[in-house]
């Protein structure tokens, strides 16, 4: 069983409303990761953190979108102002560390914009 | 940048037949390849993991060997269950443990 837990596992948000997930990576993963999976199946990175700090991102998720993983909380994210291309499942990873190691998925936020 | 191509969008067959997924990549850097599983409304999960040149790694029956040369990590299996049946990603670490992913694969076995 996955020990990344997302919440929540469905969201419906209207467009432009807010719509926020969160995740708890598995315990002692100072990585985490955000991935986009669309209807077809694809898969799209968002962003990475270590620890607190951003790793990597696209530029979508530095323009609507926010995540963050403060010490001792969830991490979460958010997108502003939800549009109907953003329905898809979001999908929360972890691992150990930055570097070749393996990396574990939660099952994931399926967002429907409607 | 880093891509994972995987040709085959859907594959069907009968159950104990032998099975191939092909799985292509281009990088730069030195390549860490994975294949995840990801059954119906699950998380994907790390089926098998190889950066060491044409080396076989194997897990639960399945098996790929990475060829740095043809720059390839195919999945294999000899004999596929119904239980098989699920979406199959090729990953390519890109720094800083980022995947990248194919397009997947959905292996569907029937009786």
């Known amino acids: 069983n996955s020990k990344v837990i997302q919440t929540p596992r469905y969201l419906v948000k209207g467009q432009g409303q807010k719509a926020k997930m969160r995740c708890i990576p598995e315990?002692?993963?100072?990585?985490v990761f955000w991935y986009q999976q669309n209807k077809n199946n694809e898969f799209k990175f968002l962003i990475n953190?270590?620890?607190?700090?951003?790793?990597?991102q696209i530029d979508m998720t530095e323009k609507r979108f926010s995540a963050e993983c403060p010490s001792n909380s969830p991490c979460s994210l958010e997108i502003q102002s939800s549009e109907a291309g953003d329905s898809a499942l979001y999908l929360c990873?972890?691992?150990?560390?930055?570097?070749?190691?393996?990396?574990?998925f939660g099952k994931g936020t399926r967002l429907t914009v409607v | 940048g880093d891509s994972v191509t995987q040709t085959e969008g859907l594959v069907t067959l009968t159950k104990g037949l032998p099975v191939m997924l092909n799985c292509t990549y281009q990088?730069?850097?030195?390549?860490?390849l994975f294949w995840y599983v990801q059954h119906l409304n699950e998380a994907p999960k790390l089926l098998l993991k190889?950066?060491?040149?044409?080396k076989r790694t194997e897990h639960q029956g399945f098996y790929a060997t990475l060829h740095k040369s043809s720059s390839s990590f195919h999945l294999q299996k000899s004999s596929v269950q119904l239980s098989d049946s699920a979406l199959y990603f090729c990953?390519?670490?890109?720094?800083?443990?980022?995947?990248?992913f194919g397009k997947g694969t959905v292996l569907l076995v029937s009786p």
């Open positions: 990873a972890s691992s150990l560390s930055s570097i070749n190691t393996e990396v574990f």
């Open positions: 315990k002692g993963h100072p990585v």
């Open positions: 953190f270590q620890n607190q700090e951003v790793l990597q």
């Open positions: 990088t730069t850097y030195s390549p860490f």
């Open positions: 190889s950066s060491t040149d044409n």
């Open positions: 990953a390519l670490n890109s720094g800083y443990n980022k995947l990248t």
